[in-house]
């Protein structure tokens, strides 16, 4: 099936630093991902669907500015959490769905982010 | 608004059966998912509903009432390892690049 890697598993960062995770489809060209965000015993909720090419559009309440996303090939999107904040630590994870429309949504490994 | 609804938590022990409810109300609908999560991995995909009815895979089964926004998943000869959270999960179109909308995710805790 369908992989999608997602690096890094885990990052503790300190307050006000920046970091990127990466998002990438293996064995498929992913024209949309989507970035989720989940926090202690809730569910997933979506950050922001991000599309190749062009810019990434946001949920509500999600602020573009903090959560930068470049999806710049058809294998490649990262998110960037800059000025982290304590209230940023969350589980993040990616998923891609190939080109034409699937059942499926192949999800990342997830990356656990700490901001001491 | 979207809106999906299961239970927060659920027990059971080894070799019973489990349902897990699910209800959706969302603007459009192509298809219910479930989502096995274990604490701190992804999710991994069990079933796929589309149409009404029954879709049987091994120990799992997943079942579809468009008409009344509800599905169930069905854990048969319940095991150790399943115990773990089970999302429920709406796409409300048909179009490539359509994310999931996810409900809160049910904690099913088994014991011997």
């Known amino acids: 099936g369908a992989v999608v890697s997602q690096h890094p598993s885990w990052v503790i960062c300190k307050s006000g630093t920046s970091v990127k995770i990466e998002c990438r489809s293996l064995?498929?060209?992913?024209?949309?991902m989507f970035w989720y965000r989940q926090f202690p015993k809730q569910s997933l909720m979506l950050m922001a669907t991000?599309?190749?090419?062009?810019?990434?559009?946001?949920e509500q309440g999600v602020e573009k500015d903090k959560f930068l996303i470049n999806h710049a090939s058809l294998t490649l999107s990262t998110l960037t959490v800059t000025s982290a904040h304590p209230e940023d630590s969350s589980f993040y994870i990616c998923?891609?769905?190939?080109?034409?429309?699937?059942?499926?949504?192949?999800f990342g490994s997830g990356t656990q982010l700490s901001v001491l | 608004g979207q809106n999906i609804d299961q239970p927060t938590e659920m027990t059971a022990t080894e070799g019973a059966i489990v349902q897990i409810n699910c209800t959706y109300q969302t603007s459009g609908f192509n298809g219910l998912f479930w989502y096995q999560q274990h604490a701190g991995e992804a999710p991994t995909f069990l079933s796929y509903n589309v149409l009404d009815g029954l879709e049987e895979k091994g120990r799992f089964s997943s079942f579809l009432s468009r008409s009344k926004g509800y599905s169930y998943l069905l854990l048969k000869e319940l095991q150790m390892k399943d115990s773990a959270s089970y999302l429920c999960?709406?796409?409300?179109?048909?179009?490539?690049?359509?994310?999931?909308?996810f409900g809160k995710g049910t904690t099913l805790s088994v014991s011997s």
């Open positions: 064995d498929f060209q992913a024209t949309t």
């Open positions: 999960a709406v796409r409300d179109r048909w179009q490539a690049g359509t994310a999931l909308i």
């Open positions: 998923s891609a769905t190939p080109r034409q429309p699937n059942e499926k949504l192949f």
């Open positions: 991000s599309n190749e090419g062009s810019k990434a559009t946001y």
